[in-house]
């Protein structure tokens, strides 16, 4: 990463650690969410974690790269770094209207019932939905990652609304278009409401960088190269 280029923050999807972009080879600040936030913390709560870590590591101008929920994450960190925030870019991310919370971007009936399951079981999704699900593409080895280190967040964390962009940074979407959690039509309305002129296709899961941490260290990269030159 050169003097001139932003440092990545590598922000999580739900359940999910740090370690997930570990084979990216990224030199930025990967984020891992603590217990006591992931027990009842709001989303406000998850932001303020990501400023901690940015800070402790010193980073002075950052580009957020949220990953499926981390999305909803990044966009209110963004809000709390304001001038030293230069990007925002969304890995199959969640996109609600501003004001809305996670499950209202998936519409009538599912995230109807997403939250309503939520609701009464938890965040932790059972075994097989996450082997067909989020780990969906991915080698059984890593799978079995997956599943053994998926950590319920808190239901704040998709109930609270979106914050909205009100700085003026660059935004860019990396779609997944073999994506069976968020489908790639999906994705795409996410796109479009992020107002991301900078987007790349991967063609894996949900996880594009457990499947092809190649392809997201370049978009990563790539995305960072084309804000600095913005």
């Known amino acids: ?31 891992d969410h603590p217990a006591s936030v992931r027990d009842g913390g709001s989303v406000g709560d998850y932001a ?35 001038g030293r925030v230069d990007g925002l870019l969304a890995v199959s991310g969640v996109v609600p209207r501003p004001g809305k919370g996670f499950f209202s971007a998936f519409g009538f009936p599912q995230g109807t019932i ?8 938890g965040t932790k999704p059972p075994e097989s939905m996450l082997r ?9 080895s890593v799978a079995d ?4 280190s998926f950590t319920p967040e808190s239901q704040q964390l998709f109930r609270d609304g979106l914050v909205p962009l009100r ?33 790349v296709e991967l ?13 997201v260290r370049d978009a990563v990269l790539g995305f960072c190269a084309a804000v600095a030159d913005h």
């Open 1 to 31: 990463m050169s003097a001139s280029t932003a440092t990545p923050v590598l922000i999580p999807g739900s359940g999910l650690g740090s370690w997930i972009w570990d084979d990216v080879g990224l030199d930025a600040v990967a984020i």
């Open 167 to 199: 700085a003026v940074v660059s935004r860019g979407y990396v779609l997944t278009t073999d994506d069976v959690e968020v489908p790639l039509a999906r994705q795409r309305e996410f796109a479009d409401r992020l107002e991301a002129r900078h987007r």
């Open 132 to 140: 067909k699900g989020l780990a969906a593409g991915l080698d059984d």
């Open 203 to 215: 063609a894996t899961g949900h996880l594009p960088m457990l499947q092809d941490p190649a392809g």
């Open 48 to 82: 303020d974690e990501v400023v901690r870590q940015v800070d402790a590591a010193g980073a002075d101008r950052i580009v957020l790269v949220g990953h499926s929920i981390g999305a909803i994450v990044a966009h209110a960190a963004a809000e709390r770094l304001g």
């Open 145 to 148: 990652r997956v599943v053994a």
């Open 114 to 121: 997403a939250s309503l399951i939520v609701r009464v079981a």
